[in-house]
């Protein structure tokens, strides 16, 4: 009626579940809570690690380049035909929104006019962006970083808006590589040189953020960064490109360059964009993760080989009237593959719960507060999955060795109990 | 049916070397219920465990219905076991974590029974045996001698051609035991073959058969005459 290896998976299976449902629930609830434990830490570790960057990356994101982010060849200065191009890209049904940029290298210095002749001046080397306030913070949600004073306004009259690490009230420890102007705060002003242009502007508000492209520069009204940059042809250096909830960007993307934008002007998505740093940390954090994994794994087989193991030796007299009886000794040995199975898979299923009904939303809400990123919990589903199947491979192995140890010894060695 | 030729079995441990069986020759016919006695360390045991397949011979020979055993691999004699002997051990060897019905379903399972038609056979041959009433109960819920006739049913559940019983009453009261005896009478008038090891010969005298082993050797081997 059944082939001898489907008879014996049927057996197998029959002694599983018979074993399971009258095990010391105490006993089963420890090995669970083990295989939880592996499941999280094969999971979470890596996802922690990665998510780091990934914060960082999706802070960058949101609070900078928007999810397509347009700016001038190479070889150009700023980008050629800019007025166009943004009535181009606005079109767009995908698009949400966009900010024109203005960028240019600048000095600031403070405290100029108590400066003794005999002091170095308090300058910082940083970069102005000229921005129309209000598309800006539709892009990026700039004015929520602004956390004292108060964000730009259209008709501000030389003001900005400047990153908390060019104060040095802000900056932990002083790094020679940047500078940063002391006694510097809200209401304080401050010259700003733009080539062989000098203006003394006042600080309106200080912007703290995780993202250095917003920390470590100085934002103003384009309107007013024009004039000292003397670009009265509307070409800007950056467009930065909100598109609506669900839109792709590399669609967009694509559909931008076919468009003949990139005649003009680089396309990137915010992916595109990132440092080639930030790929490599997260590929080293991926195998980090991995080998963290590995020995959360390995510890993970060994409760498993010796919960096996001592459950057949203390069972090795049943074991062997099994066998007296008739029972093929693959059926006994696939009884405790399936038990480990189990207890692979039910683990498996409640650190799923944990990490994708509680912890990821939980992280999301309240990322954790490193010092250059919100880290996320990154996750992927097939990699989650990937490592499951590597945990139900790990303990299938661990729950087989012991069992055929102990089911290939004599029969009735097993049932007399001998050596 | 059963047939052993110059039968030894010895053991070594270290320099000592052991000779339990020392060349028994012996037959039995099909249907016929043989009780084995002999003190303790004679060797019935050890004779039972290699004519039932539990054990290999040092030497000699055992042929059941005719076919030589000596070169069965294990998995052949596990096969043959489930297929034509039923046990009945000593102290129960019933599993567990199972019930009494699943333990007399085991083997039937293993035998390519449905679940459905296993657990109507299981409880059909517990019914016989008068447990009807304990069919869900696991063996530590079960007095020592339903749990001997547990294992008596798991044993005749698939019609075995031999029912091998090594001490089945040695750890049961003489109420219990007689009933276990009257199982077995009642089997053999079926045309069961059984082969029971006994201390007891007031067990011993239902057999047709009293087989005495002694050092190693058959030293008697009577019919019943009451039988």
């Known amino acids: 009626m059944f082939s001898k290896y489907s008879q014996n998976v049927r057996i197998g299976f029959f002694l599983a579940t018979k074993s399971l449902r009258r095990a010391n629930p105490w006993t089963t609830?420890?090995?669970?809570?083990?295989?939880?434990?592996?499941?999280?830490?094969?999971?979470?570790?890596?996802?922690?690690?990665?998510?780091?960057?990934?914060?960082?990356?999706?802070?960058?994101?949101?609070?900078?380049?928007?999810?397509?982010?347009?700016?001038?060849?190479?070889?150009?200065?700023?980008?050629?035909?800019?007025?166009?191009?943004?009535?181009?890209?606005?079109?767009?049904?995908?698009?949400?929104?966009?900010?024109?940029?203005?960028?240019?290298?600048?000095?600031?210095?403070?405290?100029?006019?108590?400066?003794?002749?005999?002091?170095?001046?308090?300058?910082?080397?940083?970069?102005?962006?000229?921005?129309?306030?209000?598309?800006?913070?539709?892009?990026?949600?700039?004015?929520?970083?602004?956390?004292?004073?108060?964000?730009?306004?259209?008709?501000d009259y030389d003001e900005v808006i400047i990153?908390?690490?060019?104060?040095?009230?802000?900056?932990?420890?002083?790094?020679?590589n940047f500078a940063a102007l002391h006694d510097v705060g809200v209401g304080t002003k401050i010259r700003m040189t733009v080539g062989s242009v000098t203006r003394e502007v006042t600080v309106k508000g200080i912007i703290k953020s995780k993202v250095d492209a917003l920390t470590r520069n100085v934002f103003m009204v384009d309107s007013q960064f024009r004039s000292m940059i003397g670009r009265t042809d509307g070409n800007v250096d950056?467009?930065?490109?909100?598109?609506?909830?669900?839109?792709?960007?590399?669609?967009?993307?694509?559909?931008?360059k076919r468009s003949g934008v990139e005649r003009f002007a680089k396309v990137q998505t915010y992916a595109d964009a990132q440092p080639k740093f930030l790929k490599d940390i997260i590929n080293t954090f991926n195998m980090l993760g991995?080998?963290?994994?590995?020995?959360?794994?390995?510890?993970?087989?060994?409760?498993?080989?010796?919960?096996?193991?001592?459950?057949?030796?203390?069972?090795?007299?049943?074991?062997?009237?099994?066998?007296?009886?008739?029972?093929?000794?693959?059926?006994?040995?696939?009884?405790?593959?399936?038990?480990?199975?189990?207890?692979?898979?039910?683990?498996?299923?409640?650190?799923?719960?944990?990490?994708?009904?509680?912890?990821?939303?939980?992280?999301?809400?309240?990322?954790?507060?490193?010092?250059?990123?919100?880290?996320?919990?990154?996750?992927?589903?097939?990699?989650?999955?990937f490592r499951i199947g590597l945990l139900v491979f790990a303990t299938v192995i661990a729950g087989f060795i012991p069992a055929w140890m102990i089911i290939r010894k004599n029969t009735l060695d097993s049932i007399l109990g001998r050596n | 049916m059963i047939e052993t030729k110059k039968l030894v079995k010895s053991f070594?441990?270290?320099?000592?070397?052991?000779?339990?069986?020392?060349?028994?020759?012996?037959?039995?016919?099909?249907?016929?219920?043989?009780?084995?006695?002999?003190?303790?360390?004679?060797?019935?045991?050890?004779?039972?465990?290699?004519?039932?397949?539990?054990?290999?011979?040092?030497?000699?020979?055992?042929?059941?219905?005719?076919?030589?055993?000596?070169?069965?691999?294990?998995?052949?004699?596990?096969?043959?076991?489930?297929?034509?002997?039923?046990?009945v051990f000593q102290d129960y060897a019933l599993l567990p974590e199972l019930s009494a019905t699943e333990?007399?379903?085991?083997?039937?399972?293993?035998?390519?029974?449905?679940?459905?038609?296993?657990?109507?056979?299981?409880?059909?041959?517990?019914?016989?045996?008068?447990?009807?009433?304990r069919l869900h109960n696991i063996p530590s819920h079960l007095s020592g001698g339903e749990q001997q006739r547990v294992s008596i049913a798991r044993a005749i559940a698939h019609h075995p051609k031999i029912l091998f019983a090594d001490e089945p009453t040695a750890n049961l009261d003489s109420e219990s035991s007689n009933t276990i005896m009257d199982i077995f009478a009642e089997l053999h008038k079926e045309k069961q073959t059984i082969i029971m090891i006994t201390h007891e010969l007031e067990y011993a005298k239902r057999a047709e058969r009293i087989i005495t082993i002694d050092d190693g050797k058959i030293i008697s081997d009577k019919r019943n005459s009451s039988k």
Request: no cysteine; glycine share 10%; proline share 4%.
């Open chain 1, 29 to 155: 609830g420890l090995i669970i809570f083990v295989m939880v434990l592996t499941f999280l830490n094969l999971v979470v570790v890596s996802g922690i690690l990665v998510g780091l960057i990934e914060g960082s990356i999706r802070e960058w994101h949101e609070k900078f380049t928007g999810d397509v982010i347009i700016s001038a060849l190479d070889d150009k200065k700023y980008i050629e035909n800019s007025p166009n191009l943004i009535a181009l890209v606005s079109g767009f049904p995908e698009i949400e929104a966009v900010s024109p940029r203005y960028s240019e290298g600048a000095v600031l210095e403070a405290n100029y006019k108590t400066k003794k002749e005999t002091e170095k001046p308090n300058t910082a080397g940083v970069q102005i962006f000229g921005i129309d306030p209000e598309s800006e913070n539709n892009v990026t949600g700039l004015a929520a970083a602004v956390t004292e004073g108060e964000y730009l306004s259209p008709d």
């Open chain 1, 163 to 176: 990153g908390q690490f060019l104060l040095s009230q802000y900056v932990p420890v002083e790094d020679p």
């Open chain 1, 290 to 385: 991995a080998a963290f994994s590995s020995i959360g794994l390995v510890v993970a087989s060994i409760t498993i080989f010796i919960v096996v193991f001592i459950n057949a030796i203390t069972r090795r007299k049943f074991i062997g009237i099994m066998k007296g009886i008739g029972i093929e000794g693959s059926a006994i040995r696939l009884s405790y593959v399936f038990q480990s199975i189990f207890y692979a898979l039910v683990g498996s299923i409640i650190g799923l719960v944990i990490v994708y009904g509680f912890l990821i939303p939980l992280i999301d809400a309240h990322p954790i507060n490193f010092p250059f990123s919100d880290g996320i919990l990154v996750a992927p589903l097939p990699q989650t999955f």
């Open chain 2, 12 to 87: 070594r441990d270290g320099e000592v070397f052991t000779e339990v069986l020392r060349g028994i020759d012996f037959r039995l016919e099909s249907g016929e219920y043989a009780a084995i006695m002999g003190r303790s360390g004679a060797g019935k045991s050890t004779f039972l465990y290699q004519i039932s397949l539990l054990d290999q011979p040092t030497s000699g020979e055992i042929l059941i219905n005719g076919r030589n055993t000596e070169k069965m691999t294990e998995s052949e004699q596990t096969r043959y076991r489930l297929a034509h002997f039923g046990y």
């Open chain 1, 238 to 256: 950056q467009i930065a490109v909100l598109l609506k909830d669900g839109a792709d960007p590399v669609s967009v993307r694509e559909k931008l």
């Open chain 2, 103 to 133: 333990n007399v379903m085991l083997p039937l399972l293993m035998r390519g029974l449905t679940g459905k038609s296993a657990r109507a056979q299981a409880e059909q041959s517990l019914a016989r045996l008068g447990l009807k009433k």
